[in-house]
């Protein structure tokens, strides 16, 4: 008996001995090298930048913006259904508020989460605040009430059903925020450099690009509270919106590389309404609307 006792510690110590063997080294093993545990906030600024653009840049754009403001017409039920005012099938109509949030709605909330408190980065923080109004604004703009206030804090606070707000309520946030952000904005502070796809960091011309978006969302409530409209589209003018090309909000596409690079719109649209590409045959039947074709020739633009 007490040769099998003896046994089993012997048995009991050579397992554990083994179990240390094996867990060398495991911790490293287990370790992502291709991810980082640190944010860097210009990285994610730009992948941010590039994520809203390209969510309407690419089909989310002929699909769910073009169709909405009424740019395409079809006499199928598929894209470009927007002056018909009938059911799409599938998921056209959602898909830049699907593809919003888990991307670019995502990397501005945590880029903000990061800078946010160093005082260093204080235009960091300033211009990842007029980012994230540009992009909410988009989306708001599209579907109305939102998810706004809570939105993005999944990964910082587990909130996964953040509530939804409403649009006016967002606006109005929204104008705050640019406000906020544009006077915060110090030119002999360091920036986003060449990691901004926008500016290449440029204070003032962000500095432009804030109130030139107060001004538009100004428009925005100009039928439910002209007042206040007039205040904030006032404040607006007086911090200096965009009135040259050269301070134009863009991001260049490549002259080579992949199609997607040079023109993701043309690349939408010929590849899913002019799949032939011979500029005659159309076989998903989508036009540009009369709708928006009348709109142009009957509206006058001033210079």
Same mark, same amino acid.
């Given at each position: 008996?007490?040769?099998?006792?003896?046994?089993?510690?012997?048995?009991?110590?050579?397992?554990? =001995?083994?179990?240390? !063997?094996?867990?060398?080294?495991?911790?490293?093993?287990?370790?992502?090298?291709?991810?980082?545990?640190?944010?860097?906030?210009?990285?994610?600024?730009?992948? =941010?930048?590039?994520?809203?653009?390209?969510?309407?840049?690419?089909?989310?754009?002929?699909?769910?913006?073009?169709?909405?403001? *009424?740019?395409?017409?079809?006499?199928?039920?598929?894209?470009?259904?927007?002056?018909?005012?009938?059911?799409?099938?599938?998921?056209?109509?959602?898909?830049?508020?699907?593809? !919003?949030?888990?991307?670019?709605?995502?990397?501005?909330?945590?880029?903000?989460?990061?800078?946010?408190?160093?005082?260093?980065?204080?235009?960091?923080? !300033?211009?990842?605040?007029?980012?994230?109004?540009?992009?909410?604004?988009?989306?708001?703009?599209?579907? #109305?009430?939102?998810?706004?206030?809570?939105?993005?804090?999944?990964?910082? %606070?587990?909130?996964?059903?953040?509530?939804?707000?409403?649009?006016?309520?967002? @606006?109005?946030?929204?104008?705050?925020?640019?406000?906020? !952000?544009?006077? %915060?904005?110090? =030119? %002999?502070?360091?920036? @986003?450099?060449?990691?901004?796809?926008?500016?290449?960091?440029?204070?003032?011309?962000?500095?432009?690009?804030?109130?030139?978006?107060?001004?538009?969302?100004?428009?925005?409530?100009?039928?439910?509270?002209? %007042?206040?409209?007039?205040?904030?589209?006032?404040?607006?003018?007086?911090?200096?919106?965009?009135?040259?090309?050269?301070?134009?909000?863009?991001?260049?596409?490549?002259? #080579?590389?992949?199609?997607?690079?040079?023109?993701?719109?043309?690349?939408?649209?010929?590849?899913?309404?002019?799949?032939?590409?011979?500029?005659?045959?159309?076989?998903?039947?989508?036009?540009?609307?009369?709708?928006?074709?009348?709109?142009?020739? *009957?509206?006058?633009?001033?210079?």
């Amino acid at each position: 008996m007490k040769n099998i006792f003896n046994i089993k510690n012997l048995l009991l110590i050579s397992g554990i =001995a083994m179990l240390s !063997a094996c867990d060398s080294g495991f911790e490293e093993l287990n370790v992502n090298p291709d991810t980082s545990p640190i944010i860097v906030p210009s990285y994610m600024f730009t992948k =941010a930048q590039y994520d809203a653009l390209n969510n309407s840049c690419a089909s989310t754009y002929e699909f769910a913006c073009g169709g909405s403001v *009424q740019h395409f017409a079809t006499y199928k039920d598929v894209p470009g259904i927007g002056d018909k005012y009938f059911f799409s099938q599938g998921t056209y109509p959602y898909d830049f508020f699907t593809n !919003a949030y888990p991307l670019s709605v995502n990397e501005i909330s945590t880029v903000i989460r990061t800078v946010k408190t160093d005082a260093g980065q204080s235009n960091l923080y !300033a211009i990842a605040r007029i980012w994230k109004a540009y992009t909410f604004h988009r989306i708001t703009d599209l579907y #109305g009430d939102i998810p706004y206030s809570q939105a993005g804090e999944g990964y910082a %606070s587990s909130n996964f059903t953040p509530k939804y707000d409403t649009q006016q309520s967002i @606006y109005l946030d929204l104008l705050n925020e640019l406000d906020q !952000a544009a006077s %915060s904005l110090d =030119a %002999s502070k360091t920036s @986003y450099a060449s990691a901004d796809l926008v500016y290449g960091g440029d204070v003032n011309k962000w500095k432009k690009f804030a109130y030139s978006l107060m001004f538009r969302l100004s428009m925005r409530i100009t039928k439910v509270d002209p %007042s206040t409209a007039k205040t904030w589209a006032q404040k607006a003018i007086a911090g200096g919106i965009i009135l040259n090309d050269a301070d134009l909000a863009k991001v260049a596409f490549v002259a #080579g590389g992949q199609d997607i690079n040079k023109n993701p719109v043309s690349l939408a649209l010929r590849s899913n309404n002019y799949a032939v590409a011979n500029g005659n045959d159309n076989t998903e039947g989508g036009k540009f609307a009369s709708t928006f074709i009348s709109y142009l020739k *009957q509206t006058t633009i001033r210079d």
